[in-house]
């Protein structure tokens, strides 16, 4: 009874906005985790696991559609080696895969507010254009479209919630991600020569060791996940208010 989706949550929500006020849903077993319920971490764990793996297009609906999170568009990132006098951008990133994400634990306290997370992710893409001024001709620039391929990762995401009042009365649930724990696993790099004559050794890519590249972006996607995922959820929990989510 409890362990319906949050999708399907949110869908009862949405179907319950659209009718008349004064119209009660009878079965109100049908979504939310019940506040008291004895597993509520797996009720938790289970509904965002479905969430997960079906709504990764973002449209939960004909008419309601959130940020898509698979791919997930993250920003514009630049790298500076002063050292190396290296300037790099990496932008139009897209991460491809969340959407295969086992939820592995769930810790839900209610009273604290307190949520935590944790994520298998068997198999991530990063890919976007990276490009980088010459280290022979600073006039030429060396462009390319690299992806890198990540096995066997782990995220595990910490979050405090609080109550506010949206417009319409109703309290709503937010969430503040505040400790992201991000392990990659294996990882193999791509970059696909696009418009440069550089030899391959001559080039700025080549000049930033390759572990302290992936360092530098294992951190980048540490924060993003963290920023992009809170605001997803966020936009979710928008939807309905905490009452629905958590029936009491
Ligand atoms: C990233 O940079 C590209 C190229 O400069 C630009 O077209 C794009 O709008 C930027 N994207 C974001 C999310 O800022
Ligand atoms: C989230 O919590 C951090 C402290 O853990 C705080 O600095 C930040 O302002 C909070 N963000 C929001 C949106 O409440």
Avoid: W
């Avoid at 793996?53 to 002063?82: C, H, W, Y």
């Avoid at 491809?96 to 634990?105: A, T, W, Y």
């Avoid at 790099?189 to 294992?218: C, G, K, Q, W, Y």
């Amino acid at each position: 009874m409890v362990s319906s989706g949050v999708c399907l949550l949110v869908l009862a929500s949405i179907q319950l906005a659209l009718t008349a006020p004064t119209r009660r849903r009878q079965d109100s077993g049908s979504g939310g985790c019940s506040r008291s319920a004895p597993d509520l971490d797996d009720c938790v764990g289970n509904s965002i696991q479905q969430f997960v793996n079906f709504m990764a297009s973002g449209k939960l609906s004909p008419k309601v559609a959130i940020t898509p999170f698979d791919p997930l568009l993250l920003p514009n990132m630049t790298i500076r080696q002063e050292t190396k006098g290296l300037t790099a951008v990496y932008v139009n990133r897209y991460l491809i895969g969340l959407k295969n994400s086992f939820v592995h634990d769930t810790s839900v306290n209610l009273d604290k507010r307190e949520f935590s997370l944790t994520f298998l992710m068997p198999a991530l893409e990063l890919l976007g254009m990276y490009s980088a001024e010459s280290f022979e001709d600073q006039a030429d620039t060396e462009n390319s479209i690299l992806t890198i391929s990540i096995r066997s990762s782990t995220a595990k995401f910490r979050a405090l919630g609080d109550l506010y009042r949206a417009p319409s009365g109703a309290e709503h649930l937010r969430l503040n991600v505040t400790d992201v724990q991000l392990a990659l696993g294996h990882y193999m790099i791509n970059d696909l020569d696009h418009s440069t004559h550089i030899p391959r050794s001559n080039r700025h890519f080549n000049a930033l060791p390759r572990a302290e590249f992936v360092r530098l972006i294992e951190a980048d996607l540490r924060t993003q996940l963290g920023v992009r995922l809170q605001h997803i959820a966020n936009e979710v929990l928008a939807l309905a208010p905490y009452e629905k989510f958590f029936p009491v």
